[in-house]
């Protein structure tokens, strides 16, 4: 079968379509033939070895983590899938997504509503738990603000909308070319870099929460807007623990999965696609993602190779 693998850890030029063995099912697992892929940032920053310390893959390695298809084997042990489902899904991004067929653990997987498009489905394991784990985190009330660091990017754009739906003010930091883009999700725009809180509005510490994507030499300031700095979480940068804030880090499952498809399919959150490559492009695809200034996720087409 077809794959999209790389032969040793290096930029995007190192991604190639080549023939691997079949993957098979494993107990626990579903086997999903690939519809569509989201490229998230692991993909590219797990290719180019950034991970290698923590979670080595095995050369050649298959790329990819989010995934969307169609069941087409069962292993042992698993209960409420059945071949010929839709679903939606992820594997760690050392194991790999972009593959025809990929054995994915039952438990992160999730069905994939019928009026959700298999490139949309594809695009919420990663980005969009995050943000739910964001939200949920720092549980805004009607009424409070959230402050989203990076709120143009994957994460950053599924977060807003949750924050907004949950009857919050957000504040989107973003770039300046993303101002109209974080508008549209019902943000604030408010642009990066340096003196950024000197261009935020008043905001009561006593009712703001800070949710940061990005990281970098802003964070100190970003976590000061938040009265209790237990209010401020970070998904890219565990030195905010230092500033008493929480380093989060996202744990897929089914459960939390099937609900934000359904607030997908039923309109309560939308997904922003902002290209769609062949899988056999995904070199490109990994290299525009890795550019930034991209709106919305980055998708592969699986449908043919
Ligand atoms: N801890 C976890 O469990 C977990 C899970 C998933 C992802 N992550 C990490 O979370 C980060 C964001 O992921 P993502 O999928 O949202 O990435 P993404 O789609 O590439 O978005 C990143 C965003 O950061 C913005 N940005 C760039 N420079 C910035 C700055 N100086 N200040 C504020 N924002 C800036 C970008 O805006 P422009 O493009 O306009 O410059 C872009 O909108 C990545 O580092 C990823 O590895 C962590």
């Given amino acids: 079968m077809k794959a999209i693998t790389y032969a040793g850890y290096g930029d995007p030029s190192v991604l190639d379509?080549?023939?691997?063995?079949?993957?098979?099912?494993?107990?626990?697992?579903?086997?999903?033939?690939?519809?569509?892929?989201?490229?998230?940032?692991?993909?590219?920053?797990?290719?180019?070895?950034?991970?290698?310390?923590?979670?080595p893959v095995e050369f050649p390695a298959v790329a990819g983590s989010d995934l969307s298809g169609t069941v087409?084997?069962?292993?042992?042990?698993?209960?409420?899938?059945?071949?010929?489902?839709?679903?939606?899904?992820?594997?760690?991004?050392?194991?790999?997504?972009?593959s025809e067929l990929v054995p994915v653990s039952a438990a992160v997987v999730a069905p994939k509503p019928r009026?959700?498009?298999?490139?949309?489905?594809?695009?919420l394991p990663t980005a969009g738990l995050t943000a739910v784990t964001c939200i949920r985190a720092v549980a805004p009330q009607p009424g409070d603000t959230v402050v989203i660091n990076g709120a143009a990017g994957g994460i950053g754009g599924f977060?807003?909308?949750?924050?907004?739906?949950?009857?919050?003010r957000v504040i989107g930091i973003c770039s300046p070319n993303s101002t109209e883009y974080v508008q549209?999700?019902?943000?604030?725009?408010?642009?990066?870099?340096?003196?950024?809180?000197s261009r935020l509005p008043d905001l009561d510490p006593a009712t703001t929460s800070i949710v940061d994507t990005h990281g970098?030499?802003?964070?100190?300031?970003?976590?000061?807007?938040?009265?209790d700095p237990a209010r401020a979480v970070s998904v890219a940068a565990p030195e905010i623990q230092n500033l008493g804030g929480r380093y989060l880090v996202v744990a897929p499952n089914g459960g939390d999965l099937g609900e934000l498809t359904e607030a997908v399919a039923?309109?309560?959150?939308?997904?922003?696609?902002?290209?769609?490559?062949?899988?056999?492009?995904?070199?490109?695809?990994?290299?525009?993602?890795?550019?930034?200034?991209?709106?919305?996720?980055?998708?592969?087409?699986?449908s043919s190779w």
């Fill in 159 to 168: 977060a807003t909308q949750l924050a907004r739906s949950a009857g919050a």
């Fill in 115 to 123: 009026g959700l498009a298999f490139t949309e489905a594809a695009c």
């Fill in 72 to 98: 087409v084997a069962i292993g042992d042990g698993v209960t409420g899938f059945r071949i010929g489902d839709d679903v939606v899904g992820s594997v760690a991004p050392f194991v790999g997504a972009f």
């Fill in 184 to 197: 549209r999700l019902g943000a604030e725009p408010v642009a990066y870099g340096s003196g950024v809180t």
């Fill in 17 to 55: 379509v080549s023939d691997i063995a079949d993957r098979t099912v494993g107990p626990g697992e579903v086997l999903v033939r690939l519809v569509a892929a989201s490229v998230n940032p692991v993909d590219w920053k797990t290719t180019a070895g950034y991970l290698a310390d923590y979670a």
């Fill in 216 to 227: 970098g030499e802003q964070l100190a300031d970003l976590v000061a807007l938040a009265g």
């Fill in 266 to 302: 039923s309109g309560r959150v939308e997904v922003a696609v902002a290209q769609t490559f062949p899988i056999r492009d995904a070199r490109q695809a990994y290299e525009y993602l890795r550019a930034g200034g991209v709106h919305g996720k980055v998708v592969l087409d699986a």
